[in-house]
């Protein structure tokens, strides 16, 4: 299966706005993507989801300030996070699964993960 690779994170003042991208080695129109994010001392937790006919779902806590987008033919998602706060910050992963065929935010249903980009609000 393909490979994951984050980009676009950093350190933003509140209010702010960042774009965060997912490269994959192969085709990805095939699979369900997902963001997560995993801030210290807390569970890794679910942020948004695509499934593979552009269908977008996203946790309450970032539902409106969030969206989540694909393009099949970079092999690419994106994630533009706006009114960022404090409490947005954390390692942000990005993941891939080619059999999941329902909305999920749960860490097992998904099999390539991307090794995650680091978000910061000050």
């Known amino acids: 299966h393909v490979q994951l690779v984050e980009s676009g994170g950093g350190s933003v003042q509140a209010g702010g706005s960042l774009r965060l991208s997912c490269a994959a080695s192969?085709?990805?129109?095939?699979?369900?993507m997902g963001w997560f994010r995993q801030a210290p001392g807390k569970e890794r937790e679910g942020v948004a989801h695509?499934?593979?006919?552009?269908?977008?779902t996203y946790t309450d806590a970032v539902k409106g300030r969030f969206t989540i987008a694909r393009d099949n033919a970079k092999n690419t998602v994106y994630l533009q996070m706006n009114s960022l706060s404090p409490e947005d910050t954390a390692v942000y992963y990005c993941a891939a699964d080619r059999w999941l065929w329902r909305v999920s935010f749960r860490k097992t249903d998904y099999g390539v993960w991307g090794q995650g980009t680091q978000v910061t609000v000050s």
């Open positions: 695509i499934g593979r006919y552009d269908e977008t």
């Open positions: 192969g085709d990805i129109a095939n699979y369900a």
